[in-house]
Nanobody, 124 residues
């Protein structure tokens, strides 16, 4: 069974940067698209970014375009989310997800495999 483990969260001041990582177990990492969602207190989980199995195509939510970058290292079974110019409204638990395609991730990844999440807190 595939397991996803996120890391890299923490407390940062507004304008700062963090790099999240998600390590996947198993041998089929390169067969799947990967993505990131986030959930702030009292809010629904929302899509952040996704990347195709080969890393060629990426898609971002509008509110992170130009600030966040998703990437993957298939040889290491890792996907990253580089977050720059962080804002207090980026504060949330960030979740990594694996699914068949970026389209299914954009649709909520209901059948995907999810990690446990990592907390990101941005202070003003």
């Amino acid at each position: 069974q595939v397991r996803l483990v996120e890391s890299g969260g923490g407390l940062v001041q507004a304008g700062g940067s963090l790099r999240l990582s998600c390590a996947a177990s198993g041998r089929t990492f390169a067969n799947y698209a990967m993505g990131w969602f986030r959930q702030a207190p009292g809010k629904e989980r929302e899509f952040v970014a996704a990347i195709t199995w080969n890393g060629v195509d990426t898609v971002y939510q509008d509110f992170v375009k130009g600030r966040f970058t998703i990437s993957r290292e298939n040889g290491k079974n890792i996907v990253h989310l580089q977050m720059n110019s962080l804002k207090p409204e980026d504060t949330a638990v960030y979740y990594c997800v694996r699914d068949r395609s970026t389209a299914t991730i954009l649709n909520g990844a209901a059948s995907g495999t999810w990690g446990q999440g990592t907390q990101v807190t941005v202070s003003s």
